[in-house]
């Protein structure tokens, strides 16, 4: 292999599913000590490529080639043997377990001829692999006393374990701190250095510009094309993405806020935040915005019944409200759409309709008969409104991607008319086009008077969508502002707890 022949070569590759052409003749170079972005919304095909390139699924057509040479992937085993491997957002690890044997399971170093476990080199084998990513990690430690940043330190520190040359990073960063994103970097740098090929999948342009050598596009299953990431713009980028040009990324659409809706009075949690006031009107946005364990999550818990405050007032068009389950917000007007939609969000087993018609069951079931042709409506008027895309509205949820699992999840709660909808993180881990879409049906549903919570830990989002923002840190507001007021720099200030002001 010379320098100017790729590590890992895709060609041609084709996977079909009933129905449905998932890859057509998909290209894919990747070069020694180089990082290629592999960029596409969600449903573009970058899922079922990378289970190709691990062994998971088989294609129909194509071929791939390690080192110029033609291999066969006929399962996982045989893509780690090769040394591929994929380090994804929700990494496999196991939390009983310590960072050693994260490391090392499933392939165990053995002593003697009784073949007993060989702790001692496997910890010394380990400390030498995290001492060459320069991550300070007791071997020892327990997994679960972790960071997220060092799990997937922990994770990368496993694929090195094993000699690994193609490492896929599929959106490592989504729920990581600004501090631990610079971290990160740093260590693809180092993998860089080794002569790693690696992928990298994200959907934050700052991060594919920041980290990425090349890149690679992919629309609905179709390579589009390749290059060197110096050749093209962001612009031209995002055209080649969705085939269009997102015109408006934060379609705000101004309104004049109606009269108060929610007020929030003095609530306190025992550990999670305190003092926190604020109120909401109808029309209206507002933003909240800080660094990882800024309490705003359990803050929003609160207010949806999953968690109950210590004390203070939830105040609801004037009445006091005592949520003791989330069913009580929910009749209340209360709704809240999930950071984790795959786990909080949505039944992903369940087809898009149920989804969609879970809350409302017992007006479904009058007599205890589902009406069948009033649920699939329902799930038709939403999915629909949200232009879910699916095959049909009994399509398994866990089958959609991201953005429309994502929709469905927004879809369900709208359709129990809520007044107050609290998003987390509405558009975390979906794609530009899928983004666009989340942020002009926000604007819509302010301009129909419905007021909205949005949690994000993207700051232009924050600032293009909110008409106020407040700003937590270590659970405690310590910035309020009015849209246009502060600059990121003023915000982030606030968030990092430096320059507070009172809120």
Wanted: glycine content about 8%.
């Amino acid at each position: 292999m010379t320098a100017s022949t790729p590590l890992l070569s895709l060609k041609g590759i084709t996977k079909v599913f009933p129905g449905v052409h998932a890859l057509e003749n998909v290209q894919l170079d990747l070069w020694p000590g180089k990082v290629t972005a592999l960029i596409g919304e969600n449903g573009a095909g970058k899922s079922t490529l990378v289970k190709v390139m691990t062994g998971i699924y088989q294609p129909e057509e194509g071929e791939i080639l390690y080192k110029a040479i033609p291999i066969q992937l006929p399962n996982p085993e045989s893509a780690h043997k090769v040394g591929i491997t994929a380090i994804h957002q929700e990494t496999v690890l196991f939390d009983e377990l310590s960072v050693t044997e994260n490391i090392f399971v499933g392939q165990y170093l053995y002593t003697g001829l009784l073949k007993k476990l060989d702790w001692p080199a496997m910890h010394r084998k380990a400390s030498e692999i995290l001492t060459r990513l320069e991550v300070q990690i007791d071997p020892r430690a327990t997994l679960k006393t972790l960071s997220i940043a060092q799990r997937h330190m922990v994770a990368i520190a496993r694929a090195l374990s094993f000699d690994a040359q193609v490492v896929i990073l599929d959106e490592p960063t989504a729920a990581l701190s600004q501090h631990e994103i610079l971290e990160f970097y740093q260590i693809v740098e180092r993998l860089k250095q080794d002569g790693k090929a690696i992928l990298f999948i994200s959907h934050k342009f700052d991060e594919i510009f920041e980290l990425a050598d090349y890149y690679t596009i992919l629309r609905d299953g179709v390579f589009v094309s390749a290059g060197a990431i110096n050749d093209i713009t962001e612009e031209r980028m995002v055209a080649m993405m969705v085939g269009r040009a997102i015109t408006q990324t934060y379609p705000k659409v101004e309104c004049t806020p109606g009269a108060t809706v929610l007020e929030v009075k003095n609530l306190c949690h025992p550990t999670e935040f305190a003092n926190i006031h604020f109120s909401l009107r109808k029309g209206e946005i507002l933003g909240f915005y800080g660094l990882v364990g800024a309490g705003r999550t359990e803050l929003m818990q609160a207010l949806s019944g999953v968690s109950r405050p210590a004390s203070g007032e939830i105040v609801l068009n004037g009445k006091t409200m005592h949520f003791r389950q989330p069913a009580d917000a929910i009749r209340a007007g209360i709704v809240c759409v999930p950071e984790e939609r795959q786990k909080q969000g949505a039944i992903i087993a369940l087809p898009i309709a149920q989804n969609i018609s879970l809350p409302q069951l017992s007006q479904l079931n009058p007599n205890g008969v589902l009406n069948a042709t009033r649920e699939w409506q329902l799930a038709n008027e939403y999915a629909s409104r949200l232009q879910v895309k699916a095959f049909n509205w009994q399509q398994t949820v866990e089958t959609l991607s991201g953005g429309n699992q994502q929709k469905v999840v927004i879809g369900k709660w709208l359709a129990t008319h809520p007044e107050v909808i609290i998003l987390d993180e509405p558009t975390k881990g979906i794609d530009i086009g899928s983004k666009a879409a989340v942020h002009q049906f926000m604007s819509e549903l302010v301009g129909q008077g419905l007021a909205v919570i949005m949690v994000s830990s993207e700051l232009p989002e924050v600032m293009g969508m909110a008409d106020r923002i407040i700003v937590m840190h270590e659970g405690l507001m310590v910035a309020e502002y009015r849209a246009g007021e502060a600059t990121a720099e003023t915000i982030v200030s606030a968030a990092s707890g430096l320059g507070r002001e009172a809120a």
